[in-house]
T-cell receptor
Framework: QKEVEQDPGPLSVPEGAIVSLNCTYS??????FMWYRQYSRKGPELLMY????GNKEDGRFTAQVDKSSKYISLFIRDSQPSDSATYLC???????????FGPGTRLSVLP | GAVVSQHPSWVICKSGTSVKIECRSL??????MFWYRQFPKQSLMLMAT?????????EQGVEKDKFLINHASLTLSTLTVTSAHPEDSSFYIC?????????????FGPGTRLLVL
């Protein structure tokens, strides 16, 4: 079993749809959870950061962490074609330590 | 937010030559930087952790004599791909943990695309 698994992929949705991206993990020691967006041929950029369990909202994006289920989600409301990218979840045990990344989900939002 | 730059953004070289990639933290200091490589449609794979003033820590399977890392200052880490071969062609990305109020995460450089002919 991989340390971090990401589901689903690839994903195509119409503009305006609500998108749900998910990751599961096996290491219960993870405390820091991130979502990164990566456009083609670019470095990843941080979208959302969450420490421990709970929800965090930023504009059209909502991140959820359920440590009891070892499951994290990213929701995108009113999706736009500009949201088309690969979304990577990442997590770490302690600050400053290397993050473990999920394999990524490629999202296409169709106009 | 914090900015990490990489140079060059892309490079083409002949097989057998060495290529140096620079990673700089522009507005913060980074005692640690991470180097990743990414193949098309795949996720980031950690190669090594670069530590300022000490030796880098390499992940299993990464040849330290082939991928030389030097963390010369608190804002600069370099990755040198020695005697590059076509199989080394990849997208190389560095990152650095933020500090002070942005210490919760890592900030990534824009990446360097290497093509070895």
């Amino acid at each position: 079993q991989k340390e971090v698994e990401q589901d689903p992929g690839p994903l195509s949705v119409p503009e305006g749809a609500i998108v749900s991206l998910n990751c599961t993990y096996s290491n219960s020691a993870f405390q820091y959870f991130m979502w990164y967006r990566q456009y083609s041929r670019k470095g990843p950029e941080l979208l959302m950061y969450t420490y421990s369990s709970g929800n965090k909202e930023d504009g059209r994006f909502t991140a959820q962490v359920d440590k009891s289920s070892k499951y994290i989600s990213l929701f995108i409301r009113d999706s736009q074609p500009s949201d088309s990218a690969t979304y990577l979840c990442a997590m770490s045990v302690n600050y400053g330590q290397n993050f473990v990344f999920g394999p990524g989900t490629r999202l296409s939002v169709l106009p | 937010g914090a900015v990490v730059s990489q140079h060059p953004s892309w490079v083409i070289c002949k097989s057998g030559t060495s290529v140096k990639i620079e990673c700089r933290s522009l507005d913060f200091q980074a005692t640690t930087m991470f180097w990743y490589r990414q193949f098309p449609k795949q996720s980031l794979m950690l190669m090594a952790t670069s530590n300022e003033g000490s030796k880098a820590t390499y992940e299993q399977g990464v040849e330290k004599d082939k991928f030389l890392i030097n963390h010369a200052s608190l804002t600069l880490s370099t990755l040198t791909v020695t005697s590059a071969h076509p199989e080394d062609s990849s997208f190389y990305i560095c990152s650095a943990p933020g500090t002070t109020r942005i210490q919760e995460t890592q900030y990534f450089g824009p990446g360097t695309r290497l093509l070895v002919l």
